[in-house]
């Protein structure tokens, strides 16, 4: 079974930019969170989305920003990036249903704000 | 609100000694503790779930136990391949996922 997907890998902006991230979970898994890594904060939650809809939502402003499609692909945008954005941006997907089930994670997109 | 720390922050071993690494965890209600293990560069990889106290889970050279306000994860016999950050995470009822800042192992040949 194909694992996480994240494009793109590596990713420049410049402040006041905005970026779009996408992830494609784990065939037949539904639900979709976003983490922000950085070497200060380590992982910090960005939110979480559910059959389309946002179950949970980090501590993180408004500028952050996200949405998942009935395919259960996901998409996360930053609009005017500041230099403080730059991290890796882990997608994590899990089987949804009962019980509490484990998150797999992507291998991240690098994103470098300058 | 949930909190996790881990301990120590950074492990220096010798291969084949074995050791052991703290996740102490405050959490509402806990619904699961997960352990990953993270190389650099790459998103975390998943390695147990521990769900209630007493609770042990072995895989290879690693060993997940779980108490009522922590859980140990003890590495016997290390390899060098074994070098990683290891996370731990909880889960609450409320479904967040919060995580430890991790401790940094690193193996010797």
């Known amino acids: 079974k194909a694992g996480v997907t994240q494009t793109p890998r590596y990713l420049i902006k410049t402040r006041g930019q905005q970026v779009t991230l996408s992830c494609s979970p784990i065939?037949?898994?539904?639900?979709v969170s976003w983490y922000q890594q950085t070497p200060g904060q380590g992982l910090q939650f960005l939110f979480e989305y559910f059959s389309e809809t946002q179950r949970n939502k980090g501590n993180f402003p408004g500028r952050f920003s996200g949405r998942q499609f009935s395919n259960s692909r996901s998409e996360m945008n930053v609009s005017t990036l500041e230099l403080g954005d730059s991290a890796l941006y882990l997608c994590?997907?899990?089987?949804?249903?009962?019980?509490?089930?484990?998150?797999?994670f992507g291998p991240g997109t690098r994103l470098t704000v300058t | 609100e949930d909190q996790v720390t881990q301990s120590p922050e950074a492990l220096r071993l010798q291969e084949g000694e074995s050791s052991s690494l703290n996740c102490s965890y405050t959490v509402s209600g806990l619904r699961g503790l997960f352990w990953y293990r993270q190389d650099p560069g790459k998103g975390p990889e998943f390695l147990f779930t521990?769900?209630?106290a007493g609770e042990e889970k072995e895989k290879e050279r690693l060993k997940a136990t779980l108490t009522k306000k922590e859980s140990f994860l003890h590495i016997t016999a290390p390899k060098p391949e074994d070098s990683a950050t290891y996370l731990c995470a909880v889960r609450d009822y409320g479904q967040n996922f919060v995580f430890g800042p991790g401790t940094r192992l690193s193996v010797l040949p």
């Open positions: 521990l769900y209630s």
């Open positions: 065939s037949g898994h539904r639900s």
């Open positions: 994590a997907s899990s089987f949804p249903g009962q019980g509490v089930h484990e998150q797999y």
